[in-house]
């Protein structure tokens, strides 16, 4: 009695579900279905990785503007920066290409050395930070036809079981259809996240590659000028001096 009671609480496997998709795809589903799991798992990794490098960098500009142009030297100012990050990176090698420059025994302008050398390093910045980025468009637009493979195999096996079944009544038909069609939506599942990963990963790129390129402009008016230009450091409004309280005195008699 209590045996009976408790395999009929006992929740039943949901026979439309994705273990049973899997299990009557066979070998080709499931390894459809294992490449499908891979390329999300990339494709979060690569999202969350190139987050935390592209905040790392947004937070370098924002120390930048506060401080690096009040100091008295580049060198001075390069000192505040962090040693890996990517305006230190265009400091150092702004310094090496003024030093650099004296020891050529071509003449070249001293301005388009500078902004040669300061336009390379800026490249290798922006290159690092796309790294990953083909993978997701990769995903994207690779991801919804692998699911529809596994779709259409799990559609002709399903097909040639009910043939050899001679039943084609709704019954026989929808469960096998059904979940052949689950490989279309884990395809679709996998897709949409890279796509929306990429586009966003993209726009955020395009903002730190203008604040890199603005700073690289001012360098490189630094480095021409001996250090006479250099971008206006905004400084704090001083505070307002509360109005001083008047007394009115009452006339005497």
């Known amino acids: 009695?209590?045996?009976?009671?408790?395999?009929?609480?006992?929740?039943?496997?949901?026979?439309?579900?994705?273990?049973?998709?899997?299990?009557?795809?066979?070998?080709?589903s499931q390894t459809v279905f294992g490449?499908?799991?891979?390329?999300?798992?990339?494709?979060?990794?690569?999202?969350?990785?190139?987050?935390?490098?592209?905040?790392k960098i947004l937070n370098q500009a924002k120390r930048v503007r506060a401080g690096f142009w009040s100091a008295n030297s580049l060198r001075e100012g390069a000192a505040k920066l962090e040693k890996n990050s990517a305006y230190r990176q265009l400091v150092d090698d702004?310094?090496?290409?003024?030093?650099?420059?004296s020891k050529l025994t071509d003449p070249v302008e001293a301005h388009d050395w500078l902004h040669g050398s300061l336009a390379r390093s800026e490249d290798l910045i922006n290159s690092q930070l796309k790294s990953g980025l083909s993978f997701l468009a990769t995903v994207g637009s690779t991801a919804?036809?692998?699911?529809?493979?596994?779709?259409?195999?799990g559609i002709i096996r399903a097909l040639v079981k009910i043939g050899a079944a001679g039943q084609a009544s709704i019954d026989a038909v929808?469960?096998?259809?059904?979940?052949?069609?689950?490989?279309?939506a884990v395809g679709l599942a996998v897709a949409v996240p890279a796509v929306l990963a990429f586009n966003w990963l993209q726009a955020r790129n395009k903002k730190i590659n203008e604040s890199l390129n603005a700073f690289s402009n001012d360098l490189l008016g630094y480095l021409?000028?001996?250090?006479?230009?250099r971008p206006t450091v905004a400084k704090a409004a001083p505070a307002k001096a509360a109005p001083a309280a008047t007394t009115s005195t009452a006339p005497r008699a």
Not at 36 to 54: A, H, N
Not at 224 to 229: E, H, I, L, M, T
């Open 144 to 153: 919804p036809f692998i699911g529809l493979f596994g779709t259409v195999i």
């Open 1 to 28: 009695m209590l045996t009976t009671i408790l395999a009929a609480a006992a929740p039943k496997e949901n026979p439309y579900g994705l273990i049973p998709a899997l299990r009557e795809g066979g070998l080709i």
């Open 174 to 184: 929808a469960g096998p259809v059904g979940e052949a069609l689950i490989m279309t």
């Open 94 to 101: 702004g310094l090496a290409a003024q030093e650099q420059h």
């Open 224 to 229: 021409a000028s001996d250090g006479r230009v």
């Open 35 to 55: 490449i499908l799991v891979l390329m999300l798992f990339f494709s979060l990794y690569i999202l969350f990785t190139k987050l935390f490098e592209q905040q």
